[in-house]
């Protein structure tokens, strides 16, 4: 995925719930560059999320079992 594409997926999430929960969804997708893909857009999301992501904040830590291994580390 590439960065315009990055920040249209976080655009369409933004502010939206049931977009930020299908973007978590994808967080845990079996196939690692969707995995990545979606950790990508979340940190493109706007300030007006943060409540969101701090709801997650215990989830998200579990998340660092992605190894900077991928090519666009």
Excluded: F, Y
């Amino acid at each position: 995925m590439n960065h315009p594409e990055t920040k249209r997926l976080a655009a369409m999430a933004t502010g939206k719930h049931e977009n930020l929960d299908l973007i978590w969804k994808m967080v845990h997708s079996g196939d690692r560059e969707t995995s990545i893909n979606a950790l990508w857009a979340i940190t493109h999301l706007i300030k007006s999320d943060s409540e969101w992501l701090q709801s997650l904040q215990n989830e998200i830590s579990t998340c660092c079992w992605l190894k900077p291994t991928h090519p666009g580390s």
